[in-house]
C-alpha cells in the first residue's frame, strides 16, 4: 500500500475547492493558505476529511494537514504554537510517518498574517530530533527560500537547502525527473494565474532511506488549475517497502 501526499497551497477558500483537492485522491493533503478546521468544515461538509491538523495566527488563513481514509494525525509535541511556517505530524494508518508541513510566509505579508512568523529554517533545525527517525517528509509551499542564486556562471545554494543537505533530505521531484536544483523545466507557481516562477516552490522533501519508497511523482500541469489558485499541485506516492 501507498501513501498519497498532496501539497497545494489553495490560495484560500478551500471550500469552493474541495472537488478539485479530491480529484488528486490524497490520503494525506498539506495545504497553506487554508482556513482553520472550525471555519472550513462549517462550509465545505463535502470535503469528507478523516482527521485535521492545522497552525496559523487567523481562522481563515493558515497551514492546514488534512487526512482522508484510514490515515490519523497527531500533531507532535514539539510544535510551538503560532509559528506560523512549521508543524509536525504524526501520520498512523495502514503505515507511519513523520511529517513536518511547512509554509514560507513571505516578508511582505508579516502585516497580513500577524506576527512575523519563525523562519523555516530555525524551525526545522528546531525539529531535528523529531526528523530523525524514518520515514520522515517535509513537505508545502517554501516560497523562494530554496531558490539558488546566479552570479554569472557560479551558481549557489540557499541557507535553508544547505540545512536540508545536512538534515538528509532530497527533493522527491528533482529525484524522479534528475534535475538539478535551477534546472527544472516545470513551475509550481503562477504569479497572478499567468507568469510561472523560475523555480519550484513547492516541494516533497523526503530522507534519504525513504526515498528508496518513493513510486511517484506528480505535477498537475492541466490549464484548469490556474483559475483555481497560482500554485499547482504536486502529489508524491510513497510506498510501505523498498523494492
Known amino acids: 500500500m501507498t501513501l498519497r501526499l498532496v501539497v497545494w497551497n489553495c490560495r484560500g477558500r478551500l471550500h469552493e475547492k474541495v472537488a478539485m483537492l479530491r480529484s488528486l485522491r490524497p490520503d494525506v493533503a498539506i495545504v497553506p493558505e487554508c482556513a482553520c ?42 510544535h510551538r504554537m503560532r509559528c506560523g511556517s512549521t508543524l509536525p505530524v504524526r501520520v498512523s494508518g495502514p503505515s507511519e510517518l513523520r511529517l513536518v508541513a511547512v509554509w514560507a510566509v513571505p516578508a511582505w505579508a508579516h502585516g497580513r498574517y500577524g506576527n512575523p512568523p519563525e523562519p523555516i529554517g530555525a524551525g526545522l533545525e528546531r525539529l531535528q530530533v523529531f526528523l530523525a527517525q524514518s520515514p520522515a517528509v517535509i513537505a508545502g509551499d517554501f516560497n523562494a527560500s530554496l531558490n539558488c542564486r546566479r552570479s554569472g556562471r557560479r551558481v549557489s545554494r540557499s541557507r535553508l537547502a544547505t540545512l536540508l543537505d545536512d538534515l538528509g533530505f532530497v527533493s522527491a521531484y528533482h529525484l524522479s525527473r534528475e534535475f538539478e536544483e535551477g ?51 504536486l502529489v508524491v506516492e510513497i510506498g510501505n517497502d523498498v523494492d
Open 37 to 78: 478546521p472550525e471555519v472550513l468544515l462549517r462550509r465545505a461538509i463535502e470535503l469528507e476529511a478523516c482527521d485535521f491538523a492545522w497552525e496559523g495566527a487567523r481562522a481563515d488563513c493558515g497551514l492546514a494537514v488534512i487526512a482522508f481514509g484510514p490515515w490519523r494525525l497527531a500533531v507532535d509535541r514539539a
Open 183 to 233: 534546472e527544472e523545466p516545470q513551475a509550481t507557481f503562477f504569479r497572478l494565474g499567468r507568469f510561472p516562477s523560475p523555480h519550484h516552490l513547492d516541494r516533497v522533501l523526503v530522507d534519504r532511506e525513504t526515498a528508496a519508497r518513493v513510486r511517484r511523482v506528480e505535477l498537475q500541469t492541466g490549464p484548469g488549475w490556474t483559475v483555481w489558485s497560482d500554485h499547482r499541485p
